[in-house]
Every structure is written in structure tokens, then in C-alpha cells.
């Protein structure tokens, strides 16, 4: 029972589980092959800001942690300049508040400045099992939940940036009793915000446990029992993922005609970029079937401005609690993932329809938008074709029993 399918309409969006499920082969076979193209497998990160929050001492030294860098030489050097000239310079103050940030109001993250960092092969680091865990990875968790902490007074009281440190108790049970924040009486942007986080969560899990190392063995293979204990006996993590994966697709639909627009250069020819920019094309039309997401019943009524700045402000935070991740390889896979995630609510959120064209707003999202949102799209593709490959397993386990 743990492994079944959900069924019937998923909230808050026009869409059922049914619709992604008979969609997602397809969108995951575009996707991909669509993230192994130069132009989506190359993303600039800087993996090495302080964590802004807390003293991080809880560095993981496992081999799995670590990352391996591209040269600067192969990546084409047109990225690099505009990827700079898509982004404005911020204020001074805010400049010397979070020192290596290039930030814009209306974005729902902090991206990293980019004339710092390095550019890393995607494909070469995927996310899968590394052995990071334990109080470094709960505190990072648990703090990612706790900014999911609402209200037009608590917010018109402190609008300070910073969430306040995060004191761990006994056990995590404690911090994330938040998970019971479907009720009802929460308010639908809240709720909203605690699916993104634990449908993001439940993705990550889902990696992890597909991809496992046995570390007595060295071995790996998928692990079945990992799956179950940490998303399959809480269906609604997994329902979560869906519900990501359809404001994803929405995300992309919507932004459609600036994709087809784009410049997609990096294979070196005319005609490998056409074919990065026809695999785009696909993407799109898929998306346009799946992603039906109703963003107008969000942010809506007396206090929406107020609420939205307040929902911009958490998922600020939380790209910025990735510089407090421990282990370089979830560190890069956490920013791409929130950075993609800001994006496609940056998308759904920020921008009108005349925003939206190309030919208006041609430097709309930058290079390193674009990347996360179509590789965040793609790990939770590949996490709901996990979910179904992890369901065969529990078929064949149960009939060998
Ligand atoms: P955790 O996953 O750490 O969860 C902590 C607590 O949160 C659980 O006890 C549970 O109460 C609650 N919880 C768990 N899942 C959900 C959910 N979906 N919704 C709501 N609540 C939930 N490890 C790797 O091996 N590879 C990686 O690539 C990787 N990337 C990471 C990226 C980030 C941003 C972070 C913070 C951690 C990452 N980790 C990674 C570590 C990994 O996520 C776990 O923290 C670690 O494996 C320990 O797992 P755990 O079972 O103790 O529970």
C-alpha cells in the first residue's frame, strides 16, 4: 500500500495525479536528454559563501561530497558576459548586508554572484547517496522548515532578513511537527509553501535512496527500504512531488514563448543549437499539457501584496540556508534545486503577460535561470520515475516472499 499510485485531483492545481503519471515517461525522456546538452549540463555556482546563518563546522569528508570543476576554457565565453549583463547591480547597503550577492526585487532567490565561482559539469556530479547526514543535515532541514513561519503582524513586527538561528531539539519530530500543516485553518500560501519544501525534500530523499551505496559493500543499487521509511509511508511527501513537478511544468508553459526565443548556444554549431532549441520545443509541449497550476487563487484578497513580499522573503532565505549545507555535492544540487524553484515562482508570481515576451524583456531570466529551472524540472521527473521503478521492486520483493 505504501507504493501506490495516488489518484484524483492534486490541490491547488487543475491537474490529477493520473495526467502527470501518464505524461512523465515522455517529459522525463525529453528532459532527459535535454540536460546533457552544454548548454543545460554547465552551471556556475559558488559553492564556497560562509553560511550566513551559523558557524558550519560540519564538513562532510566522505569522497561522495565532493565536486569536480570544469575548466573556465571550455565553457564558451559568451555565457559568462551575459550571464553578467543580465543582471543589475544591487543597492550598496544590500550589497555590504549580504556580501557576494547580486539580488533583484522581483526574485523569489538570491543568486550567487556570478564573477564568482566555478562552472560544474551536472552530469558529473549527480545527486545520489553521499553519506552527508546527521546534525549538519537536520539543522539545514530543520531551518528550511521553520521559515515556513507566516503572518501579516509577525511579518509587519520583523522584517528582518535573517531568520533567527535554529535551536535543534532531541528529536527532529519536534522541529517538523509542521507537517501536519494541511489543516484547514493554514492559511493556502503557507500550505503552498510547506508542499514546495517537502515535495522538494521527498525528491532529494528519493535520489538518495535510488542511487544508495551499500557503505560496507561499496556497492550501489536502489534501496527500497530507504524509499519506504522516508517517503513512501508519508504519501503525502510523495503527492508533494507531484504537486513541484506541475508548478514546474506550469512555470514552463508559461514562460514558453521566451524559451523558444532563447539562445541556446554551447554545442559549438548552428546546428547542435537548433537541435538543444527543438529539444526545448518538446519540453514546452509537454509542459503545456501537464502544467496546469492555478497561481490566481494564490496572493490574492486585503493583505496579498504584504503576503507575497513575505513569501518571496522565506524562499530568499531558504537559497541562501544552501551556503550552510556541509557537503559540496548537496550544496551544488540545493542551489540548483531552489534557485529552479525561486524561478519558476519568480514565473508564475512576478511577471505579467507583457513581461513575459521576448522581444519586449530579452534579458528577463539569465542563463543560470534557465539551467535550474529545466534541471530542477528534471530531478523531479526522474524522481517520480524512480517512485515507479521502486514500485516494481516492492512488486517483485512481495511476490518472492
Ligand atoms: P532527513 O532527510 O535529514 O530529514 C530530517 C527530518 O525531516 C526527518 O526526520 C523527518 O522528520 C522530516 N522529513 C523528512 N522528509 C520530509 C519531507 N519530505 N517532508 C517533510 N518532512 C520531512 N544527502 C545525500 O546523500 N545526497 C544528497 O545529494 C543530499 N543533498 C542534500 C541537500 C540538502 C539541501 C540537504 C539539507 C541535505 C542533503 N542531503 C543529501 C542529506 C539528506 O537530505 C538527509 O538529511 C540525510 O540523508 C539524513 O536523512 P534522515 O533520514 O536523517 O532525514
Not at 564538513?59 to 570543476?69: D, Q, S
Amino acid at each position: 500500500p505504501h507504493c501506490q499510485q495516488p489518484t484524483g485531483p492534486i490541490e491547488t492545481t487543475l491537474c490529477d495525479f493520473e495526467t502527470v503519471e501518464s505524461y512523465n515517461d515522455e517529459l522525463y525522456t525529453q528532459l532527459h536528454d535535454l540536460v546533457q546538452t552544454p548548454f543545460f549540463k554547465y552551471y556556475r555556482a559558488d559553492l564556497y559563501r560562509e553560511c550566513p546563518f551559523w558557524q558550519e563546522n560540519g564538513y562532510c569528508m566522505n569522497r561522495e561530497c565532493a565536486i569536480t570543476t570544469v575548466d573556465e576554457s571550455e565553457i564558451p565565453p559568451s555565457w559568462r558576459a551575459s550571464e553578467l549583463s543580465r543582471l543589475e547591480l544591487p543597492s550598496e547597503d544590500l550589497r555590504n548586508t549580504i556580501p557576494g550577492c547580486y539580488y533583484r526585487d522581483s526574485d523569489f532567490c538570491f543568486l550567487d554572484d556570478l564573477s564568482e565561482g566555478d562552472y560544474v559539469d551536472l552530469t558529473a556530479n549527480p545527486e545520489r547517496f553521499t553519506g552527508y547526514t546527521g546534525p549538519s543535515a537536520h539543522r539545514v532541514w530543520a531551518s528550511i522548515y521553520e521559515e515556513n513561519c507566516f503572518g501579516i503582524s509577525e511579518w509587519a513586527l520583523s522584517s528582518a532578513p535573517n531568520p533567527a538561528p535554529v535551536t535543534l531539539p532531541d528529536s527532529m519530530t519536534g522541529v517538523l511537527r509542521s507537517e501536519g500543516a494541511d489543516s484547514s485553518r493554514t492559511c493556502l500560501e503557507k500550505r503552498v509553501y510547506y508542499k514546495i519544501i517537502s515535495g522538494l525534500h521527498a525528491s532529494i530523499s528519493t535520489h538518495i535512496c535510488y542511487e544508495f551505496m551499500n557503505q560496507t559493500t561499496g556497492e550501489w543499487s536502489p534501496n527500497l527500504e530507504c524509499f519506504i521509511n522516508r517517503v513512501a509511508a508519508y504519501p503525502e511527501r510523495l503527492q508533494y512531488i507531484y504537486f513541484d513537478l506541475v508548478l514546474l511544468t506550469r512555470a514552463v508553459a508559461r514562460i514558453g514563448p521566451y524559451l523558444s526565443a532563447y539562445d541556446y548556444c554551447g554545442t559549438g554549431t548552428h546546428k547542435g543549437d537548433d537541435d538543444t532549441l527543438n529539444q526545448v520545443k518538446n519540453v514546452i509541449g509537454i509542459a503545456q499539457t501537464v502544467g496546469k497550476f492555478d497561481e490566481t487563487v494564490l496572493f490574492r484578497g486585503e493583505n496579498a501584496a504584504i503576503l507575497k513580499e513575505e513569501f518571496k522573503q522565506h524562499f530568499r532565505n531558504v537559497t541562501r540556508i544552501m551556503d550552510c549545507v556541509g557537503c559540496d555535492k548537496c550544496r551544488l544540487w540545493g542551489k540548483v534545486q531552489t534557485s529552479g524553484v525561486g524561478t519558476a515562482l519568480k514565473i508564475l508570481f512576478e511577471l505579467d503577460e507583457k513581461a513575459l515576451d521576448p522581444h519586449l524583456n530579452s534579458n528577463l531570466l539569465s542563463r543560470s535561470e534557465v539551467v535550474a529551472l529545466i534541471n530542477t524540472l528534471h530531478r523531479l521527473s526522474e524522481s517520480l520515475y524512480f517512485v515507479n521503478e521502486f514500485r516494481k521492486i516492492w512488486a517483485e520483493t512481495a511476490q518472492s516472499e
